[in-house]
């Protein structure tokens, strides 16, 4: 993953929705040997300057750290046992709040309202704000996906065949399933609801519950056809009428500090899965008063109108059918 990717996590995704005003100025700043710490406008050291320094990252240090979160590699060995942490995050005082999770040259993305974290060698997940959610007991576990994660115990990770891409060795592993609280879910042996979750050959009880407001948001967005209709144009596989419609779910809910309904598109396959859609462009937020916004990578100073966005949307499908008429997911 390129650095510029990583800024867009660190300074979007774990951003608390606080004015700058009403928070104290702080700066990066470089000692003479070139580590990277944090001080306040008054020189007043907050993180000693003890980390690495990545210049595409960190490239205007004259600019105030917005973030609630601060991202920081320490200057130490790189041979760490896994789970390996990415560096530490700490709080606008300095404060260590955990280790993030080493996913993909950085830390780990938060999905559906959760990243991972490293302590003591098991992993856990922490929310937006930097709390430790699900404790950490676990060798290893993937993200969050419509509101479900897989986890073990006794799994580790192969490095002798792909030291870049080390495959998970699960052949003395307890694998686990669990909710967005950290418990163990029970599989079915047969879905109890069109909506329940198949993996790995079982199912998963639907992990969603809506009160009416809650509910009428994810209708007004079920409802957009549209929606799906222009996401599908540059599919080149065929699609059954069921796997050509998006539906959506909210995925993390308002606090005092993020005021906003977040809201992810899930595609359903074959097999009778739900996975989310990856797509900066299918990121929504809602706010209490019913109204919704595309939010491309979380990033609010850049959010749209959900009928502004969509028709910008659909003419650029229409775009590529136009380009493409051989495209076989084309719409009226």
């Known amino acids: 993953m390129k650095y510029t990717s990583i800024l867009v996590l660190i300074c979007t995704m774990l951003c608390s929705v606080s004015s700058a005003q009403e928070q104290r100025k702080i700066f990066y700043f470089l000692s003479p040997d070139s580590l990277l710490g944090v001080k306040d406008s008054q020189g007043n050291i907050i993180i000693p300057a003890m980390h690495y320094f990545l210049p595409i990252a960190y490239d205007d240090f004259s600019l105030p750290i917005q973030d609630s979160i601060i991202m920081l590699v320490p200057k130490r060995s790189h041979h760490l046992k896994d789970p390996k942490p990415y560096g530490l995050a700490y709080d606008r005082n300095g404060k260590v709040l955990y280790a993030p999770y080493l996913f993909d040259n950085g830390p780990d993305y938060l999905e559906e309202g959760l990243s991972r974290y490293v302590e003591n060698n098991k992993i856990g ?25 897989r986890a073990c115990n006794g799994c580790a990770i192969d490095y002798s065949q792909d030291t870049e891409h080390p495959r998970l060795d699960m052949s003395n592993a307890s694998t686990f399933y669990i909710d967005k609280k950290g418990r163990i879910l029970q599989a079915l042996p047969e879905k109890s609801s069109e909506q329940d979750q198949a ?134």
């Not at 992990?207 to 144009?233: C, G, M």
């Open 125 to 149: 997940f922490v929310n937006r704000y930097g709390e430790k959610i699900i404790k950490a007991q676990w060798d290893w576990v993937s993200p969050f996906e419509y509101g479900i994660a």
């Open 199 to 332: 993996i790995d050959r079982v199912y998963l009880p639907y992990q969603f519950s809506y009160n009416p407001f809650e509910a009428k948001l994810i209708k007004k967005l079920d409802s957009q056809a549209l929606i799906s209709k222009a996401y599908f144009a540059n599919y080149y596989n065929r699609l059954t009428e069921k796997e050509k419609n998006l539906h959506f779910e909210i995925v993390e809910k308002p606090s005092k500090s993020f005021p906003y309904y977040v809201i992810n598109a899930f595609r359903y396959d074959a097999n009778g899965s739900y996975h989310r859609v990856d797509n900066p462009d299918l990121l929504f937020y809602a706010t209490g008063s019913g109204d919704i916004y595309q939010v491309p990578y979380g990033n609010l100073a850049e959010k749209m109108s959900l009928k502004e966005w969509l028709s910008n949307y659909d003419a650029a499908a229409r775009r590529y059918l136009k380009e493409h008429p051989d495209a076989p997911n084309r719409y009226q």
